[in-house]
C-alpha cells in the first residue's frame, strides 16, 4: 500500500512513473506490504520457465524478495521507478521511508538492487552515481549497503516529528515492533 502523496504520469524514458502531488519531508513512511499485497511464489508463476523476457515483464508487476516469492502489491505502488540515488528506501523493519525531502512533481524512486531478481535492466536514472546495469546483486556490496544505511538511520530519527499518513494502516501490521518499544510509543502516543 502506498500513501495517497503520489499520482502516476508518463516519464521521460522509464515509461510511467509516480510523482509527488505535494512535498514530502525526509522520515515520511510511504509504503509497506499490506494484507491486499498478493505474495505468490516462483512454482505458482511457473518462473523457473520464463524466458529472460517473461521475467522483465513481470518486474512491471512484482518483485522478488529474499524468500524466493513475489509480492504483487495492491496499488500503484508497481509505477515505482528505480533510481541509483533513490528518494525512497526500505527500513528493516519492513517498510519504505523517504530518505531525501521529495518535492512536489517530483518523481519517487526506489532502489531496486534490494529486490532479489535474477535479470539486469539498462539503468537510465541519470543519476552521477548511477550504476548503469542494475544486477541485484547478493550480498549487497558494502559500499551501496552503508549508503543506504546511513539514509534510512537518518531519515528514521525523523519518523515521530513529520506527518504519518500511514500511521493508522500500518497498525494492521506489528511491523514497529521490531524498531523498539521508543519508536512505537512515540509513533502511536494518544493524540
Ligand atoms: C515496477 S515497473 C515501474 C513502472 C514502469 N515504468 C511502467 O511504466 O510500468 C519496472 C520497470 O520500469 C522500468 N524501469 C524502472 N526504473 C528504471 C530505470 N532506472 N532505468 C530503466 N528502466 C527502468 C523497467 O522497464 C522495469 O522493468
Ligand atoms: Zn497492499
Ligand atoms: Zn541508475
Redesign the pocket.
Known sequence: MIAKLFEVKE?KN????LFAIESIPKGTIVCFECNNCRTVSASELGYDNMSEKEK?AL???AYRKKDGTFVLPCDET??????CNANILTADAGFDIVVRDIKKGEEATYD?RDFYEDIK?????GEENCCKV?DFKHPIPTELKQFWTMRINVALKLVNTVNQPLKEELKQKSIFLSLGDTLLDKLYVDE
Open positions: 516519464t522509464r515509461g510511467k512513473g522483465m518486474l512491471d508487476y508497481r509505477y515505482m521507478n528505480h533510481s531496486y535492466i539498462l539503468c537510465c536514472c542494475v
